[in-house]
């Protein structure tokens, strides 16, 4: 009954945002039924017995005030002091000076399609070090969106590049990687070596050339016309900041590369501090050339107001999706789904599939990639003993499905933050980023395969 309920008010939830009805009061809706309907019925309850407010009527309000809290304090102030930075950049010139630096070099390339897949390609590097893909889109978003733009892609082609750059969590830090490496019994550095390092080899190849293909025919078929920025044009602007403001907007990223376990350990950098400093130092910079403290001061408004429009389009999105998956978990649809499958008595692979299937699903609708598999990943040993495959061979292809997938749902933190920062549709962005990450799923799912049969 609970996957019927789920199944009929997700049905009439993407109906609503089909209708261009605006997605966040829609989400809310969506969940708080289903919240309510699960409290009714026995399923669970909204809260636990610590947090719950007395009225389960009130417990909803509850979880969607604690849900801003959590957000706005650790996922909502990376995404609103990074968007913020971008439009002070933007503001005082830096950004076009970026473009201004490196688009003669790039276009001599003569391929803007080609840039911008390597854009993907770099950016998969980056996330070694940077385990947040919202945070890596954003500092890409800040520095190579606009030379993409530059060069002549279109601004959907290249979010969806940026966007995607961290659809494979492999880093050996990352939080999902160490679980599933502890729950499988496996050295995380075995883990990472010895199975995600190959999948990732082969993505590079496959979802590069995936981008490259699938971006410039959509680009084509929307009837975009590749026309690379006229340099000599734009440095003949009166406004034209120093050539020099170039490093502005690079600041951030190069702080958080320095101060990081690749270079220096001793001090701790994160990437709001990453982001008022560079402000700060963009804004003496601005003393310098223009002489004048208060239209110097009076610039830094739009850093602020750049925070109040992040919050205002984007952390309340993130919100209300997570509202909605809570509503899913409570009615306890995909927990059915998992001992349905189990009970059918499928084979070792098609256990697998069913699972990675399930945590896909589970992804997109939630908006989501760790809460699903997270959520999931302490019923897998069991599952796989069940089955008679070993633990690694569940984990890892569950593990990378979500990461992969939360690209495609259109309430995710990373496509609503590279969207609103892009100035794009995030449900015109999930279907420019669907057949890259299809390709990227069939690598992963075609490589444990790979590893099953050849006993690697």
């Not at 403001?245 to 690749?262: D, E, G, W």
């Not at 499905?401 to 549709?425: K, L």
Request: net charge positive; charged share 10%; with cysteine.
């Amino acid at each position: 009954m609970g996957i019927v309920i789920s199944v009929i008010i997700t049905f009439w939830v993407g109906y609503l945002i089909y209708k261009k009805y605006k997605p966040q009061p829609v989400l809310f809706m969506g969940g708080i039924i289903m919240m309510y309907i699960a409290a009714m019925l026995g399923y669970s309850q909204i809260l636990g017995a610590k947090a719950t407010t007395g009225s389960v009527i009130f417990d909803a309000f509850e979880f969607i005030r604690a849900t801003f809290s959590s957000n706005v304090g650790k996922l909502g102030l990376n995404i609103m002091s990074v968007g913020a930075f971008a439009k002070y950049m933007d503001k005082i010139g830096a950004s076009r000076s970026l473009v201004r630096l490196t688009i003669k070099p790039l276009m001599a390339l003569k391929s803007p399609y080609l840039v911008m897949s390597g854009t993907w390609i770099i950016g998969m590097l980056i996330g070694l070090c940077i385990n947040s893909a919202s945070g890596l889109a954003m500092l890409l978003m800040v520095t190579m969106f606009p030379i993409l733009l530059g060069l002549g892609v279109s601004r959907l082609s290249a979010t969806a590049a940026v966007a995607t750059t961290l659809c494979f969590d492999w880093s050996p830090s990352d939080t999902g990687t160490i679980l599933s490496a502890e729950t499988a019994g496996v050295d995380p550095v075995v883990y990472w070596s010895h199975y995600q390092v190959p999948i990732v080899a082969v993505a590079f190849v496959v979802v590069g050339v995936l981008h490259y293909l699938t971006q410039k025919y959509m680009d084509k078929r929307d009837g975009h016309i590749v026309q690379p920025m006229e340099v000599e044009k734009v440095e003949e602007e009166a406004d034209n900041a120093p050539m020099w403001y170039a490093i502005l907007p690079v600041i951030p990223l190069a702080l958080i590369l320095s101060f990081s376990s690749l270079w220096i350990t001793t001090i701790k950098m994160n990437i709001v501090m990453a982001m008022f400093i560079g402000m700060t130092i963009g804004v003496m910079c601005e003393y310098g050339r223009w002489r004048d403290g208060q239209k110097v001061l009076g610039d830094i408004q739009t850093f602020f107001d750049g925070l109040g429009m992040q919050m205002a389009n984007v952390i309340t999105l993130v919100v209300a999706g997570q509202t909605f998956a809570k509503g899913l978990v409570s009615m306890g649809a995909i927990t059915t789904l998992i001992d349905g499958s189990k009970n059918l008595g499928f084979g070792p692979m098609a256990m697998m599939l069913v699972m990675v299937a399930i945590i896909a699903v589970s992804a997109i609708v939630m908006g989501s990639g760790n809460a699903p598999f997270f959520a999931f990943a302490a019923l897998t040993p069991a599952v796989a003993a069940h089955s008679g495959l070993h633990p690694v061979l569940m984990l890892l292809p569950m593990h990378f499905a979500a990461s992969i997938m939360r690209n495609c749902s259109p309430i995710t933190a990373v496509i609503v933050v590279s969207s609103g920062m892009g100035g794009v549709s995030s449900f015109d962005l999930v279907k420019r980023t669907a057949i890259p990450m299809a390709g990227a799923m069939i690598v992963t799912i075609g490589m444990t395969f790979f590893y099953y049969y050849t006993g690697w």
